[in-house]
């Protein structure tokens, strides 16, 4: 396996970290003493087996109730409280088949209660390569289009950190790819941290990868292949990186 690292512990200027998070449901501690750097304009991805926790630290970052034995600390240089500057990307998109795509990009705003910003909305849309799509309903849209849409909404939000819990699950092979490079050049400028299932996905798109395993779970940085992401999954460097990392996956920690 290749050379692994544990989570830096230095404080990342204008990065965040989160600090001994813990997790128990009853008497099963899921994690404790978790602790991670998430450097600025960066994207973090995070795996482990099903069941380790993942999807639970995203939702504790992300102010969400998840038990009432679930404690995690984050501490980055802005003033401004978390839940502000949080966004949310899962596996459904959660479009609202009664809205408009143009509408839809622009929920965060309408559920607080703020102006909308049809010109930044329409730009966004541009951007993800969907401006004639605005006035179109959801289901009106395939599978990868409904993907840009939600990361177009994602954008809208302008929040420093970006959370994903397997925003392209769904997606086939090659629209992946596609909205892989997208998400990765419209994100460069946000923490983005990651949970996939999928290891060749976050060796070509992460700039840290974090294996959480063991029980309780500990996270292990494995370090990323060379180059920027987006990488291509099609090089022997990729396929080598691919079978460590499927290593340290399935390596069995006290
Ligand atoms: N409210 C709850 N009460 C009891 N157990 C729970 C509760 N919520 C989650 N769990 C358990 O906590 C564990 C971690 O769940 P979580 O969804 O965070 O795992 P995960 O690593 O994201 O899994 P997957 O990769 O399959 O999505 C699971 O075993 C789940 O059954």
């Not at 950190?161 to 992946?176: C, K, Q, S, Y």
């Amino acid at each position: 396996m290749r050379p692994s690292a544990p989570p830096s512990d230095s404080l990342v200027p204008d990065g965040l970290r989160v600090l001994n998070a813990r997790l128990a449901f009853d008497a099963r501690v899921l994690f404790d003493d978790i602790s991670l750097s998430l450097p600025a304009s960066s994207w973090s991805c995070l795996l482990g087996k099903s069941g380790c926790g993942k999807s639970s630290l995203l939702r504790m970052m992300a102010g969400l109730d998840v038990s009432s034995n679930a404690h995690l600390t984050l501490v980055d240089n802005s003033d401004r409280p978390f839940k502000q500057r949080i966004a949310w990307m899962g596996q459904q998109d959660l479009l609202l088949p009664w809205r408009r795509v143009i509408d839809n990009v622009q929920l965060g705003a309408v559920m607080r209660g703020e102006p909308q910003d049809v010109d930044r909305a329409m730009a966004l849309l541009e951007r993800v390569g969907l401006g004639r799509a605005a006035r179109r309903y959801p289901q009106t849209l395939s599978g990868g289009e409904r993907a840009r849409v939600a990361l177009a909404r994602t954008l809208f939000e302008q929040a420093t950190l970006v959370l994903m819990d397997e925003p392209f699950a769904a997606l086939d092979a090659i629209t992946r790819l596609d909205i892989h490079a997208q998400a990765c050049e419209l994100l460069s400028d946000r923490i983005v941290l990651m949970v996939t299932h999928d290891p060749l996905e976050a060796l070509r798109l992460g700039d840290q990868l974090l294996v959480m395993r063991g029980s309780p779970a500990r996270v292990e940085r494995v370090l990323p292949p060379e180059g920027n992401p987006p990488r291509n999954p099609a090089t022997p460097a990729m396929s080598h990186h691919h079978g460590e990392l499927l290593n340290a996956l399935t390596e069995q920690t006290s």
